[in-house]
């Protein structure tokens, strides 16, 4: 099973993506902590990334699809996945697919977590991350129990760099010339569900599950929920 989450910087796309994970017992993939993970460890690909990374501007998609590439073929976790802010350019979209048809597997659901850009801007400013584990808190909605610190693993929190307003507005612009592309290919493919993301988490989430029909193994399309 590979399910994509697809969602504007934002919208929740990254704890929706983790919570379909675990509820499905799926690996979840998200490009954006392996690429925080390699620019700290200075790595090839953190090398390459940094820059477009501090710009708030997409990682060229020859690197994306060799690090993606890379954790296909390590399989470790199985080889169900959800990916979480990958694919993001259509290139990246047809990119995957050729990867997970020589494996022997496709793309089974696309699921968009929708959120307008003000919003995005508001949530942004109260968004705070774990470097260490890649946790996620709100400081209005969802604190750590002790601030400053992660609950999971105890790592020390920190605003993200690419959280700032006029980032977060450059991020919004790319979104949408680069990734519309990709949401209109996977709805002209049949497999794409759809989600705004306004109101408490836990409903969001029980929507997710919904659009997804619990895990995104039954056909048809969920769009618009
Ligand atoms: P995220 O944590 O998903 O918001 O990603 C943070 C940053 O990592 C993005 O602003 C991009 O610079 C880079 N990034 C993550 N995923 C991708 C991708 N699929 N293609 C290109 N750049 C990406």
């Known amino acids: ?17 983790r919570r379909t994970a675990e509820r499905c017992g799926l690996r979840h993939v998200s490009t954006g902590d392996l690429l925080r993970d390699a620019v700290e460890r200075k790595t090839d690909v953190g090398l390459r990334a940094k820059e477009y990374m501090d710009a708030g501007k997409l990682v060229p998609d020859e690197v994306m699809m060799d690090l993606v590439s890379e954790l296909l073929d390590s399989r470790e976790g199985g080889d169900g996945v959800v990916f979480d ?8 979209a047809e990119g995957l697919d050729r990867l997970l048809a020589e494996r022997g597997l496709k793309v089974d659901k696309a699921m968009l977590v929708d959120i307008s850009e003000d919003e995005a801007v508001e949530r942004m400013a109260l968004r705070i991350s774990c470097p260490k584990c890649g946790a996620v808190y709100n400081l209005k909605s969802n604190p750590p129990g002790v601030e400053g610190v992660c609950d999971k693993c105890g790592g020390k929190l920190e605003v993200r760099s690419d959280d700032r307003e006029e980032t977060v507005r450059d991020r919004f612009k790319e979104f949408r010339r680069q ?25 969001v989430a029980r929507k997710v599950a919904a659009a997804l029909d619990g ?11």
């Open 179 to 203: 990734t519309q592309p990709v949401i209109d290919y996977y709805r002209d493919r049949g497999i794409l569900a759809s989600v705004r993301t306004s109101g408490p988490v836990d409903e």
């Open 85 to 92: 802010g990958f694919p993001r350019t259509l290139a990246q």
């Open 1 to 17: 099973m590979i399910i994509v989450f697809v969602g504007a910087p934002g919208s929740g796309k990254g704890t929706h993506a």
């Open 215 to 225: 895990c995104g193994d039954a056909g048809g399309t969920s769009e618009g929920a």
